[in-house]
């Protein structure tokens, strides 16, 4: 998922801005809220600061939605050139079945599924952060850490009992992993999408990239118009 950057010196602040346009058979305007409601609160709780010019800037984030056709999609996608435009597909299942976003990190376009609880589980928010260009981190045993795992924490990390899906169960075992509810995300997270920008030149960045690429239900890349 592609985005723009904004420096905004006078507010003393970096607002990162992404707009979803959802298409697909599940796409709705409860899901469509559900999803940005969840990666704005989530991104927005940590309040990370970052340093530019020696002030320390706040970090927001404005992410809106909008529903269209996938007709809509096609057209729109066939000519865009808009690092705040992403197009994700929002499906009940596909052929990998889970939600993914495109071609690499950092890509404008997804498929996401309503089986994973859109809104409501992470799920949303772990994928916008792939569409930021973050990655899973290298370790998964978050054990010990005295805080819930980071947003980028893949299915399957080792946690503390607390936040398994089964807190009595053995670490790595049936039950024993962790529960993506818990997930949250990490002032340093979202110092990682911005570490590798300037904005010497310019106070509207982009971050991500834009392959403008849609699929096909099941989730299968696929081109209507070149």
Do not use: C
């Amino acid at each position: 998922m592609a985005a723009i950057a904004n420096l905004q010196p006078d507010k003393n602040q970096i607002e990162i801005v992404s707009k979803l346009y959802l298409y697909g058979s599940e796409a709705t305007d409860e899901i469509g809220g559900l999803i940005t409601d969840e990666i704005n609160r989530m991104y927005n709780e940590p309040q990370a600061m970052v340093e530019f010019e020696g002030k320390l800037m706040k970090v927001v984030f404005n992410i809106s939605y909008k529903l269209i056709s996938t007709a809509e999609a096609m057209l729109r996608a066939a000519i865009n050139q808009n690092f705040r435009n992403n197009y994700i597909r929002i499906e009940n299942e596909n052929h990998i079945t889970r939600s993914f976003m495109g071609f690499g990190l950092g890509d404008n376009v997804g498929h996401w599924l309503t089986t994973d609880n859109l809104g409501v589980s992470t799920t949303a928010a772990h994928e916008f952060g792939h569409s930021l260009g973050l990655d899973h981190p290298t370790q998964v045993d978050f054990r010990g850490s005295a805080t819930p795992p980071p947003i980028m924490a893949p299915r399957g990390s080792i946690v503390d009992p607390q936040y398994q899906w089964n807190p009595q169960a053995i670490a790595g075992e049936f039950g024993g992993t962790m529960n993506p509810k818990y997930r949250k995300v990490t002032a340093e997270e979202v110092r990682l999408i911005l570490q590798d920008l300037s904005f010497a030149n310019d106070k509207n960045l982009h971050i991500g990239q834009i392959s403008n690429t849609l699929f096909d239900k099941t989730g299968s890349p696929t081109r209507w118009l070149s």
